[in-house]
């Protein structure tokens, strides 16, 4: 499975992006998929989560209320709408896919990733 995610740029403080990533089999759309960051310095961090019907999620403390993960199983697509940004969102966004029922927040759980897009808020 390859995972393709997009969507990444500047954005100043307060702005949106959306972040998609595309699956290259359908198979994964019976995969919980999931969104991760890392900043510079530091460790790779949860960000979002999503079960295969989409019915149920999970998100960082960091993002919750301001971010939304959803996905199109049609399409084979998970989305990261990102709202209110601000700089401690900078860090480059990797998506991820784990042959599970049940969302996880942890990164060893996650099979397959994606390459990473970037994002940049500026203040």
């Known amino acids: 499975v390859q995972l393709q995610a997009s969507g990444g740029g500047l954005v100043q403080a307060g702005g949106s992006l959306r972040l998609s990533c595309a699956a290259s089999?359908?198979?994964?759309?019976?995969?919980?998929m999931g969104w991760f960051r890392q900043a510079p310095g530091k460790e790779r961090e949860f960000v979002a989560t999503?079960?295969?019907?989409?019915?149920?999620?999970g998100y960082a403390d960091s993002v919750k209320g301001r971010f939304t993960i959803s996905r199109d199983n049609g399409k084979n697509t998970v989305d990261l709408q990102m709202n209110s940004l601000k700089p401690e969102d900078t860090a480059v966004y990797y998506c991820?896919?784990?042959?599970?029922?049940?969302?996880?927040?942890?990164?060893?759980?996650?099979?397959?990733w994606g390459q990473g897009t970037l994002v940049t808020v500026s203040s």
């Open positions: 999503i079960n295969w019907s989409g019915g149920s999620t």
């Open positions: 089999r359908r198979s994964v759309s019976k995969n919980v």
């Open positions: 991820a896919a784990a042959p599970l029922l049940v969302v996880t927040t942890r990164a060893n759980d996650y099979r397959y």
